[in-house]
């Protein structure tokens, strides 16, 4: 898949001034400063988090009001029902609160929407379960900014909501005692990006001290909120930073008996990161409300007892295992349909149906669809009882919920965001809506976002790469969106003569570049396509991000190859 390569533009004068006052390699400066570190202060708070840089959770609107209200039910006795979605941030939001709570407060419960029968948010039968078991105040996390009709008819029947919240309100709010949600306007919480769970978290340390409790007993659930922060892709700034940070901490040194769990299944040795649990431990989370029920998830979290736990985890573990196959296999049949179908092939969109996929995992498949094989907006569709349903994944800057939008004539509902969107249309309506959304595409998407672009950090030179520069860069951990893992340009570089394909797909370099007489290694994986680039030792040049690759006991720097061109004249 051809790759265009963009040079994230820079200012030398930024750069220069703060290279004065850290006194680090010019280009660690340049990467802080495109990041939006400009000074000394901000740069401690970078590298150095700490959680007394949290924000007061006070500040935020509704807090107040939210921990008057427990209050107020621990008074009287009345029944809580903690509620949230089905994913990683809902049921570690859940875990989080529930079990916080339910260890000062005996008359309490959680509820997690089935995927399939309820779908996401509030649901009626949710309602219907608060009602029929006299619960009069449901908190309500990751999920129910936008369920102004379900949490009226609640309060109809007396039962109050605490909303929090992450998602971005609607002009009109649920009619909620108290909204916990700092994309409210009038919202002066000073940090706009938490995760649901990372919402929750701050529930529970004003709660917390309120009632005189240690802080301890908050930061015990840092490694479900770090899984949140991961998991839900929320940007790697600010307080997500400081609670990731720490949160990574606790995962490695102390993590709950849960994670503890999914970590010794997933026979992960080494010191675990951001992308481990991106990886690694949110897919076996999500796989529990995908494949099944995703209360197991919370009752994995909350569980104390590490043999139960790992139970518990060995269900999840074999509910991703299914995932993977079931996944896979939807891959395969939905790549063969675009191979076997030129009109499918020459479109600027996919949209695909096949009446037997399984639903818990078409959104994936759309997003292995748009990675590995064909880079456009990307929708599949299966059977949902009487209806069609699917999920919609985009490529970088183009809006597919608006593309859908365009399309509503066609469809029975439909929600999503910039980049992913879910919908439902009668099975009748299947193929005028596969026109009408290739119409769409094919006018407005500008022909440059269809070749997948990487943005390039830094040009560098190999000289500059040695282990005192690998040792600050690896503090620009925890990664994620706004924090991406560095990504460097290297120019007229060649092969020593001792590269190799590996395994039929990957290529196992040996390269140096100019006169510089160290070689590194590196890996491209499932780049062996490739490989002619490297011939007769022609310069060429490559974009990569730098790591660590330890074997037969030692530990020395790694390049992770990520694309490769003639060199320019070559």
């Known amino acids: 898949m051809q790759k265009r390569w963009t040079v994230r533009s820079y200012q030398p004068k930024e750069e220069g001034l703060l290279q004065q006052v850290l006194r680090i390699h010019p280009l660690l400066c340049r990467l802080l400063a495109q990041r939006g570190i400009h000074t000394y202060e901000a740069a401690r708070q970078f590298f150095r988090p700490t959680m007394d840089d949290l924000h007061d959770p006070w500040s935020m609107k509704d807090m107040d009001k939210a921990v008057t209200r427990i209050e107020q039910a621990f008074y009287s006795k009345e029944k809580i029902l903690v509620y949230g979605d089905y994913d990683v ?259 600027k969109s996919t949209v695909l149906f096949k009446a037997d996929w399984h639903k818990g995992v078409v959104g994936i498949v759309a997003s292995r669809l748009i990675d590995k094989y064909f880079y456009r907006p990307t929708i599949i569709l299966t059977q949902s009882n009487d209806q069609v349903a699917g999920s919609a994944r985009s490529v970088m800057g183009f809006n597919v919920y608006e593309a859908i939008h365009q399309c509503k004539d066609l469809l029975e509902n439909y929600g999503g965001h910039f980049y992913a969107a879910g919908l439902t249309l009668k099975p009748e309506n299947v193929e005028a809506f596969r026109k009408k959304f290739e119409e769409v595409v094919a006018t407005t998407i500008d022909p440059e976002l269809l070749i997948p672009e990487i943005v390039v950090d830094s040009e560098i030179n190999f000289h500059h790469i040695d282990n005192k520069f690998y040792k600050i860069l690896h503090q620009f951990e925890p990664l994620g969106p706004d924090n991406l893992r560095p990504i460097f340009l290297a120019r007229n570089v060649v092969d020593t003569g001792f590269s190799r394909i590996v395994k039929d797909e990957h290529i196992k370099f040996s390269i140096k570049q100019g006169n510089y007489g160290s070689s590194f290694s590196g890996i491209g994986f499932f780049m062996a396509e490739k490989f002619e680039v490297l011939s007769n030792r022609q310069p060429f040049d490559m974009v990569f991000t730098i790591d660590e690759n330890e074997w037969n006991g030692k530990t020395m720097l790694q390049l992770k190859v990520i694309d490769i061109r003639k060199a320019a004249g070559y």
């Open 89 to 347: 941030d809902g049921t570690t939001a859940v875990a989080t609160v529930y079990d916080f709570l339910q260890r000062i407060y005996p008359n309490i419960e959680f509820y997690i929407p089935h995927r399939y029968r309820e779908g996401y948010g509030i649901s009626t039968a949710g309602i219907t379960y608060a009602i029929e078991n006299d619960f009069t105040l449901i908190i309500a996390l990751d999920c129910g900014i936008k369920s102004v009709a379900h949490i009226t008819e609640a309060k109809t029947h007396g039962i109050d909501f605490i909303i929090c919240d992450h998602h971005l309100p609607d002009a009109i709010l649920p009619p909620a005692v108290a909204i916990l949600n700092p994309k409210q306007y009038d919202c002066p919480y000073p940090y706009k990006e938490l995760s649901g769970c990372g919402i929750g978290f701050k529930l529970i340390t004003a709660l917390a001290q309120k009632l005189g409790e240690p802080e301890q007993k908050v930061w015990r659930y840092l490694d479900l909120v770090a899984t949140s922060i991961a998991a839900d892709i929320v940007p790697m700034t600010g307080e997500n930073r400081i609670l990731a940070f720490h949160g990574l901490l606790k995962v490695n040194d102390d993590p709950l008996p849960g994670i503890k769990a999914l970590i010794t299944l997933s026979e992960l040795k080494e010191q675990l990161t951001i992308s481990n649990l991106v990886f690694v431990i949110a897919p076996r989370v999500n796989a529990a409300g995908r494949m099944d029920d995703a209360r197991k998830a919370v009752n994995l979290f909350v569980e104390n007892d590490f043999e139960k736990a790992m139970e518990i985890a060995s269900i999840l573990h074999s509910d991703n295992s299914d995932r993977k196959e079931v996944d896979n296999n939807i891959t395969k049949e939905a790549v063969a349909l675009i191979q076997n179908d030129a009109s499918l092939a020459s479109r």
